[in-house]
């Protein structure tokens, strides 16, 4: 089967450059589009929003923060939606999982939340293979996108309540070992927020590196742009299926573990990100590291500067709305190339 | 057939229509046999029959749409949730009868339904990108109806408790048989329209389009129509799901009506039972509503041999999460979809 990366093709046929090439200009085309169309925003929302100034950076400072974690969420959705097409509805519990599994970690051998944090990712890596050779894998062959979306609906609530039935439903939490918090230009910002934020900075240039500079890079990208192609040429693409699905897991193990210290520990606590993440993921462009990490940041400060207008839970419908219209009018993503 | 000269055309007209009759007869004894059952079952059981019944309703309007008509929607919750507050906001604010906010309601769902999808197809979302625009869709009724005043906002609406029996008003006394017949009158009639449906020219059309777009497209078949056909009907059944649902819990609020789990609870009996057969919706609702009630009964009250399930909370749903994987990897057709295989080879 082919993969679908790119969206329904519209468009006339990409041109004949370098794939590497394109990679890296459509980079600079995100990075670029977005923080333009941030910088106009904020510039408008200071002087035309009519809210106290203090009040409009400290809005952008925890939108910066929140963008980070959505973007921590969204880097393993990328690659699991953008390169093997699934639509994991499992993404938000698997990151209640690895939160849960450094919580247990941290309250039975009073370890350092951090060193809980690298004992995850192998833990969650192994997960995420699993799931994608034991289950994933039979149902990619037919081609269809139903059946992984099913599972994957699935696998979601049985992680949920399997968590539900060990830990029971009364909220958590996990120790900080770096508490407190520091003012930027009069904001507050909370230090487990900054780590996590720094975190998906530091996640998403790794995954770059794997992609670019890795032979399982090389592969992946490879079965992403085409999967029969791909096995022509000797690649093993079922194997390379469940290392993405497990890389892709593995990030949101770093996810979980960097968020948990400010994160009131329940089941249902991945779920809202599930969501978001396909926001984030398609805003930025399916596959596109970089478009996950500019897309949370870009969802995270319209959620925040949106609440200062909208009351309520109005600012989320103002992501979703905004999500619709990129499903319509761009689904390349917001400022992604038409392949 | 006694006519010694039969046009082909006829020919096959006579076997579609047998075909639908047999199954109209199958579904006439279906509902005799079923009616008998607030005699026949404990008291105790029939809040799960009844609540079985209201997830085959939507199950079977979720499978015109994802199954026959092959888009699949995630974001049913949306049509439910739409019957529901109509029910809710007309009976609470107006004093209108359920009766007719099931038409209102369904009218309203099939509006709803037709545009969304118009736009969806408008803008050729397929696949994933549908479900997730369903998805998205679903989510911003939800918010929306969070925020809103005029529907209490999270709080929800409650349905005032009558006195006494009212038949406009559809209620009756808390162990009245009617609470049962009324949901098993509404999926039979629900398994008609899908068997009408199907049997129809455009029900034809309808699978045709989802097997294959581009054959269908050069024989002449408007797609945006036969695929909109199904929609309307699904999102319509789906809301009359909604308003039942309000009438018997008397009380909705955006989690009931609009959240991810009413999809689900829509979806998965009819992917266990098998997508896009007429009796998978129901087969699948009638093993998971009693299936998930008896194992959250035996949660809460557990005998001495299962002590240690005590207090097990999200069990059922685990049970009932894991027989969903297991059902879409083993048995992709569902359960009924694969006996009709093994039976017919």
Same mark, same amino acid.
């Given at each position: ?5 790119? =969206? =329904? ?52 400072? @925890? ?38 599994? !450094?919580?247990?970690?941290? @309250? ?105 500079? @890795? ?50 520990? !329940? ?21 596109? !590291? ?50 | ?37 607030? *005699? ?31 888009? *699949? ?25 359920? &009766? ?34 369903? *998805? ?30 009212? &038949? ?110 007429? &009796? ?66």
């Amino acid at each position: 089967m082919s993969v679908d990366v790119s =969206p =329904p093709k519209t468009g006339p046929t990409e041109p004949a450059t370098p794939r590497g090439a394109m990679w890296r200009s459509g980079t600079l085309r995100i990075l670029l589009g977005v923080l333009a169309v941030t910088v106009i925003g904020l510039a408008l929302v200071y002087l035309l929003g009519g809210k106290e100034q203090s009040l409009v950076t400290q809005g952008v400072v @925890t939108g910066l923060l929140l963008g980070g974690v959505y973007a921590l969420v969204s880097l393993g959705l990328t690659l699991i939606f953008g390169v093997l097409g699934i639509v994991n509805f499992a993404q938000g519990a698997m990151l209640t999982l690895a939160m849960y599994l !450094v919580y247990f970690m941290v @309250t039975t051998f009073g370890i350092n939340t951090y060193i809980a944090v690298a004992l995850t990712v192998p833990i969650m890596f192994v997960f995420g293979w699993l799931v994608q050779s034991v289950l994933m894998n039979r149902l990619i062959a037919d081609g269809t996108h139903e059946r992984p979306l099913l599972v994957a609906l699935g696998l979601a609530l049985l992680i949920v309540n399997v968590l539900l039935m060990l830990f029971g439903g009364l909220p958590e939490t996990v120790p900080s070992p770096a508490a407190g918090s520091i003012r930027i230009f009069g904001a507050i910002a909370d230090v487990p927020r900054l780590i996590a934020f720094a975190g998906a900075l530091v996640v998403a240039g790794a995954l770059i590196l794997v992609l670019r500079k @890795t032979p399982l890079g090389l592969s992946i990208r490879a079965v992403a742009a085409n999967g029969t192609g791909a096995s022509l040429v000797g690649v093993n693409v079922k194997r390379v299926y469940a290392m993405t699905f497990g890389v892709g897991a593995a990030t949101v193990a770093v996810a979980g573990g960097l968020l948990a210290p400010f994160s009131s520990l !329940v089941p249902s606590v991945g779920d809202q990100f599930t969501t978001l993440a396909f926001v984030i993921v398609v805003l930025g462009g399916l596959g596109s !590291v970089a478009g996950a990490v500019a897309g949370g940041i870009f969802i995270g400060l319209l959620q925040t500067i949106g609440a200062l207008f909208l009351p309520g839970s109005g600012s989320l419908l103002l992501v979703f709305a905004m999500f619709v219209l990129v499903l319509f009018v761009r689904p390349q993503g917001l400022f992604g190339v038409k392949r | 057939m006694t006519s010694a000269t039969i046009t082909p055309g006829r020919t096959a007209r006579a076997l579609r229509s047998t075909g639908a009759r047999r199954h109209y007869i199958t579904l006439v004894i279906v509902l005799v046999v079923l009616f008998f059952t607030p *005699f026949i079952a404990p008291q105790t059981t029939m809040a799960v029959l009844i609540r079985t019944l209201i997830i085959a309703l939507m199950a079977i309007g979720w499978n015109l749409m994802s199954g026959y008509a092959g888009m *699949f929607s995630f974001g049913h919750a949306v049509f439910f949730g739409i019957g529901a507050y109509t029910d809710a906001v007309l009976l609470t604010r107006f004093g209108i009868s359920p &009766w007719l906010s099931m038409f209102v309601g369904a009218a309203l769902a099939a509006g709803v339904g037709l545009l969304i999808t118009y736009l969806c197809l408008k803008y050729r979302l397929t696949g994933s990108y549908f479900a997730l625009a369903t *998805f998205a869709f679903a989510q911003m009724f939800l918010l929306v109806s969070m925020n809103l005043p005029f529907v209490n906002k999270t709080e929800g609406i409650n349905i005032p408790l009558l006195p006494n029996e009212s &038949w406009a008003l559809m209620q009756f006394a808390p162990d009245s048989p009617v609470y049962f017949w009324i949901p098993l009158v509404l999926v039979g009639g629900a398994i008609a329209i899908t068997i009408a449906f199907i049997s129809a020219r455009s029900g034809q059309f309808a699978q045709a389009i989802r097997d294959d777009p581009t054959a269908a497209e050069s024989l002449g078949i408007n797609l945006m129509r036969y695929r909109l056909i199904p929609v309307a009907i699904s999102c319509a059944i789906t809301a009359v799901a909604g308003v039942y649902y309000v009438q018997y819990y008397l009380f909705i609020a955006p989690e009931q009506a609009f959240g991810l789990q009413v999809t689900t609870n829509g979806i998965v009996p009819a992917v266990i039972g098998g997508m896009s057969t007429l &009796w998978g919706p129901l087969i699948g609702a009638a093993l998971i509503g009693p299936l998930s009630a008896g194992i959250a009964n035996i949660v809460r009250n557990p005998p001495p041999v299962l002590a240690f399930v005590k207090g097990l909370n999200g069990l059922d749903v685990a049970v009932y999460s894991a027989l969903l994987i297991a059902i879409v990897v083993f048995l992709p057709k569902g359960i009924y979809g694969s006996i009709r295989e093994r039976v017919r080879r």
